[in-house]
């Protein structure tokens, strides 16, 4: 379930996908154009691909080594369980369905020649119902069953060139699988996984008018760092061209079948993946997207505001936005705008970022703002829970955002002594270290 463009992200990404994204540029330098079909019967592997199989199958492992791989069986459970449901029988004795989730804030999903299938945690953050993971799925499967990367791979390996070492891989000839299924195949091949998909998914009693609202949730950019690429990557469509010929498969569709009374398991669907959804938010945070971040927490809250951990999860969003302001409506930025915040975010480090907007007046009422608000968010989830450690661990980070060094100490504290083992402990006591010593040469604060 690929995004039309490539969308940059950072480096401190959780999973694999960043990594390879220079990677796939370097190992295509021309679109993938395999043919307009994909092959629905048996498909002979041949010489090279001998080869390249076998690395494919190595996948499965390496991210698991590599702790790529989200741990959560309940997860795993729920997405085999769909994902069988949708896979068409195995034509050949290399195709086995397997499907799994990759901790990774990429709102993406993909498919391997031999059945792997894989779903980012970011996809399943921001997906609203079953329906909408069993279209992803059923798209992905049938990349697999018509054999795309197989394919795709016969009409360009001449043009292909070894990649370089990047990230956790040595990109070449041997990742081409991986990185077509990461980056997307030609125009009709995507579209042809759309359409077998939306059948498969529609006979299995899922609701197909949800397959246009997974696209539409794709394309949105709480960002604004997502301008239309004029690449090689336009061959892949756009995604309003698939929420356009999506919709208009609808009828066709629901023939002879009521819509209403088809599956969507909206309720079901986010209690499996608030965990994830709790994670990504910390990923996002992790990685500055603190607009993304607080969307998506936000939508948490909404959906369980008497949960400490959502408020954190705020909490946390907003003392990463830092003195940036939330965006207005999208439509409101222009590409060259979008352009210039990427470039920004490549440009310049957090800090450096951070720095450039409190030299302003706007800056500095943004980081007001959005300190005062997270506290109320911890203060709430502390309202709760008065055992919610990681609220007074906030708490520290807003008051030391507010300069009042003595509440943030006291909250630090506050915080270890709850939580004696933290895995971040030698942050905070590297924090209260700074504290003392600021408050030794005279700082202010209460």
């Given at each position: ?7 940059n ?22 679109p ?12 002979e ?31 795993d459970?729920?997405?085999?369980r ?19 989730v ?11 020649p ?16 079953e329906?909408q ?16 990367g ?26 081409i ?12 091949l995507?579209?042809?996984?759309d359409?077998?998909?939306a059948q498969k ?5 899922y ?5 246009p ?35 208009a498969m609808i ?9 209403d ?9 986010r ?5 994830a959804s ?8 992790g990685?500055?997207?603190g ?11 909404a ?23 939330m965006l ?7 590409n060259?705008?979008?352009w210039k ?7 310049y480090?957090r ?44 708490l520290?980070?807003?008051y030391k ?17 709850a939580?004696p ?8 006591l590297?924090?209260?270290?700074e ?12």
């Amino acid at each position: 379930m690929k995004q039309d463009h490539f969308r940059n992200r950072p480096a401190r990404r959780t999973a694999l996908a960043g990594a390879l994204a220079v990677g796939a540029i370097l190992c295509l330098p021309a679109p993938a154009r395999a043919a307009g079909h994909g092959e629905y019967g048996p498909l002979e592997i041949k010489g090279s691909e001998q080869q390249l199989m076998k690395s494919t199958a190595g996948y499965e492992d390496q991210f698991v080594r590599r702790s790529y791989r989200y741990g959560s069986a309940d997860l795993d459970a729920a997405i085999t369980r769909i994902g069988l449901l949708l896979a068409p029988k195995p034509t050949d004795p290399y195709i086995r369905y397997r499907f799994h989730v990759l901790r990774d804030i990429e709102p993406n999903a993909f498919s391997l020649p031999d059945g792997q299938v894989y779903v980012n945690t970011g996809l399943l953050a921001v997906l609203e119902n079953e329906a909408q993971l069993a279209a992803v799925l059923g798209h992905e499967v049938q990349h697999t069953a018509g054999h795309h990367g197989i394919l795709t791979y016969r009409s360009t390996r001449r043009k292909l060139i070894t990649g370089s070492l990047l990230g956790p891989f040595t990109l070449g000839i041997s990742d081409i699988f991986l990185i077509n299924s990461l980056y997307g195949y030609s125009r009709d091949l995507e579209e042809e996984a759309d359409r077998l998909g939306a059948q498969k998914m529609t006979r299995a009693g899922y609701d197909p008018r949800q397959i246009p609202k997974v696209f539409a949730i794709l394309m949105r950019d709480p960002e604004g760092e997502s301008p239309d690429f004029k690449t090689f990557w336009s061959t892949h469509p756009a995604l309003q061209s698939r929420i356009d010929y999506t919709r208009a498969m609808i009828p066709g569709l629901t023939v002879g079948v009521n819509p209403d009374g088809l599956k969507v398991n909206a309720q079901g669907f986010r209690r499996l993946v608030r965990r994830a959804s709790l994670d990504t938010v910390q990923d996002l945070v992790g990685a500055d997207y603190g607009r993304t971040a607080i969307d998506l927490a936000k939508r948490l809250v909404a959906e369980n505001g008497g949960d400490p951990a959502c408020q954190i999860a705020l909490g946390d969003a907003r003392v990463a936005l830092g003195a940036r302001a939330m965006l207005g409506a999208e439509g409101d930025l222009t590409n060259r705008d979008k352009w210039k915040n990427l470039k920004t975010r490549v440009r310049y480090t957090r800090s450096e970022r951070q720095e450039q907007l409190l030299e302003t007046p706007e800056g500095q009422k943004n980081l007001r703002k959005n300190l005062e608000e997270a506290r109320q968010s911890y203060q709430r989830a502390l309202a709760i829970d008065p055992n919610a450690a990681e609220a007074h661990r906030g708490l520290g980070y807003v008051y030391k955002g507010m300069n009042r060094p003595f509440d943030a100490g006291r909250e630090f504290v506050t915080y270890l002594k709850a939580s004696p083992q933290a895995p971040d402990k030698p942050v905070i006591l590297s924090e209260l270290k700074e504290i003392n010593t600021k408050i030794k040469k005279g700082g202010k604060g209460t």
